[in-house]
T-cell receptor
Framework: GAGVSQTPSNKVTEKGKYVELRCDPI?????LYWYRQSLGQGPEFLIY????????DSGLPNDRFFAVRPEGSVSTLKIQRTERGDSAVYLC?????????????FGPGTRLTVL | EDKVVQSPLSLVVHEGDTVTLNCSYE??????LLWYKQEKKAPTFLFML????IEKKSGRLSSILDKKELFSILNITATQTGDSAVYLC??????????FGGGTRLMVKP
């Protein structure tokens, strides 16, 4: 079956611009997670959704970052007034339920480059 | 604060060698530990470990958890060039979100 998909695969933007990154989880998965991975580091948690609501957004670095999941499936991560420090790979994962023993499956990520 | 540390940071071996990758953790309310392989961008799931002392095995890869000493190892026997990747270890916290280690970059030379 189809895995987690993310679009675009690469995004180059200029400092100060607005970007949207999209994640389409595995069908039937109710939990969806966003992570950010800088070069040479492990992924860092940003936000997770259980259904349509953001259950925990404690990893969002500041109020320029926002994410939605209006119908409980596709999610969009939105970054306003991008900065060079936002350059990273943004990974999305989904799991059947939210829980410590439920495996998260990752998408291929979006590589964001802010010039 | 939950913490995951992996070692070594990087490793270069030749095909046929056996490697052992280490992951130590400090986490409240431990439930599980996960290993992922990351070749390009997408981490792909390898193992989930919940019980101490029980080895999980998949082909040439195996992993074991020691909940008393708070660590896990990932073994790869008879390495192949296709095993070259970053191997990530992660533990869930607050029940849901994953805390990752920094990864071990493995390069297998022909």
């Amino acid at each position: 079956g189809a895995g987690v998909s993310q679009t675009p695969s690469n995004k180059v933007t200029e400092k100060g611009k607005y970007v949207e990154l999209r994640c389409d989880p595995i069908s039937g998965h109710t939990a969806l997670y966003w992570y950010r991975q800088s070069l040479g580091q492990g992924p860092e948690f940003l936000i997770y959704f259980q259904g349509t609501g953001a259950a925990d957004d404690s990893g969002l670095p500041n109020d320029r970052f926002f994410a939605v999941r209006p119908e409980g499936s596709v999610s969009t991560l939105k970054i306003q007034r991008t900065e060079r420090g936002d350059s990273a790979v943004y990974l999305c994962a989904s799991s059947f339920i939210a829980g410590g023993t439920d495996t998260q499956y990752f998408g291929p990520g979006t590589r964001l480059t802010v010039l | 604060e939950d913490k995951v540390v992996q070692s070594p940071l990087s490793l270069v071996v030749h095909e046929g060698d056996t490697v052992t990758l280490n992951c130590s953790y400090e986490v409240t309310n431990f439930r599980s530990l996960l290993w992922y392989k990351q070749e390009k961008k997408a981490p792909t799931f390898l193992f989930m470990l919940t019980s101490s002392g029980i080895e999980k095995k998949s082909g040439r890869l195996s992993s074991i958890l020691d909940k008393k000493e708070l660590f896990s190892i990932l073994n790869i026997t008879a390495t192949q060039t296709g095993d070259s990747a970053v191997y990530l270890c992660a533990v869930p916290y607050a029940g849901n979100m994953l805390t990752f280690g920094g990864g071990t970059r493995l390069m297998v030379k022909p």
